[in-house]
């Protein structure tokens, strides 16, 4: 790969900078991509395919050919730019261990290139696990630390570099980052409910959700990127829970299936990967990433995604 260079103009009262994003490409990408673009930042997009370059390139970005392995590439890149947005993971459910190994290998890449000079890089990361019969928050560390944990402990990883010329934060993501054109958890989940013939919801079913739309995702990217402080953990969270129940009802009503509790083993093992996160108590703030970013989230809630047919599967 090599480094490209652009030159668009600003909107007044902006700071332009050159940003490369990994994952532009993704249903989150595409909004912080377009994000940045209207904000009158120029971006890189790595793109893993032609039709990821074209799809980069439709958004007003310049697409850099790469992936996640190709760490000399991600040096360069991350050297040749004014800030970094690491969004890009491999989701491979069947060996996590490797998403896990090119997370972590990757956000050191970045960091590498990054230290000692100051610039801004805002990474993905996750809410779950953060606290036990609380909502979590930003002040809580997430407990993935080393190369064998959840991510291979990037966020942590990362957020060490604060200490090293990197001005570093970590956009924790709901774990519903919904909208028009999500492929993700939720509508995974409402696949296996049309194959299993009902919609399901773990025990009682008042086990909650956090979540954000993409939109208002994307917008708290951005300010994070053009003002957040080193080391700043960022909450993308415009609902604190969402009871699972709720949530299950409404894919229920919508795909017209009947409703039923299941075990939240049996959920589990039905649904890949998610299906473990199903019965879990996922609550979480984001009062202190508001007051710093000044960041207040405007788009459609959950419930009102599922309502206007976002999940409705043909």
Same mark, same amino acid.
């Given at each position: ?216 995702? +994307?917008?708290?990217?951005? $300010?994070?990127? &053009?003002? %957040? @402080? #080193?080391?700043?953990?960022?909450? /993308?969270?415009?609902?604190? !829970? ?9 894919? +229920?009503?919508?795909?017209? $299936?009947?409703? &039923?509790? %299941? @075990? #939240?083993?049996?959920?589990?093992? /039905?649904?890949?990967?998610? !299906? ?20 207040? @989230? ?10 206007? !047919?976002h999940y409705d599967r043909s």
């Amino acid at each position: 790969m090599s480094a490209t260079d652009i030159d668009h103009p600003a909107q007044e009262g902006n700071i332009t900078m050159r940003v490369f994003v990994t994952g532009a490409s993704g249903f989150i990408g595409r909004a912080v991509v377009a994000e940045l673009v209207e904000a009158g930042h120029a971006v890189v997009g790595l793109a893993r395919s032609d039709a990821s370059a074209a799809v980069v390139r439709e958004l007003g970005a310049d697409a850099r050919r790469g992936d996640l392995d190709d760490l000399d590439g991600l040096r360069e890149a991350a050297t040749a730019a004014d800030g970094v947005i690491h969004l890009a993971n491999k989701h491979d459910w069947t060996h996590p261990e490797e998403s896990n190994r090119a997370e972590r290998a990757a956000v050191h890449a970045i960091s590498e290139a990054l230290a000692g000079s100051d610039r801004p890089f805002v990474l993905a990361a996750g809410i779950a696990g953060l606290a036990t019969g609380r909502p979590g928050t930003e002040r809580d560390p997430s407990s993935a630390v080393g190369p064998d944990s959840p991510r291979g402990g990037a966020e942590n990883l990362a957020l060490e570099y604060a200490r090293s010329g990197v001005r570093v934060s970590s956009a924790r993501f709901a774990p519903t980052v919904h909208g028009e054109g999500d492929h993700g958890f939720i509508a995974i989940i409402a696949d296996t409910f049309l194959r299993r013939g009902a919609a399901a919801y773990p025990g009682d079913g008042r086990n909650r959700w956090p979540a954000v739309h993409r939109s208002d995702a +994307a917008r708290l990217v951005r $300010l994070g990127l &053009e003002g %957040a @402080p #080193a080391g700043s953990r960022l909450h /993308a969270v415009a609902e604190e !829970g969402v009871p699972v129940r709720e949530i299950v009802e409404a894919l +229920a009503e919508r795909l017209g $299936l009947p409703v &039923e509790s %299941a @075990p #939240a083993e049996e959920l589990a093992d /039905a649904i890949p990967f998610i !299906g473990r996160f199903l019965g879990t108590d996922m609550s979480a703030t984001s009062d202190i990433t508001r007051d710093l970013l000044g960041w207040k @989230p405007e788009g459609p809630t959950l419930l009102e995604d599922i309502a206007a !047919g976002h999940y409705d599967r043909s």
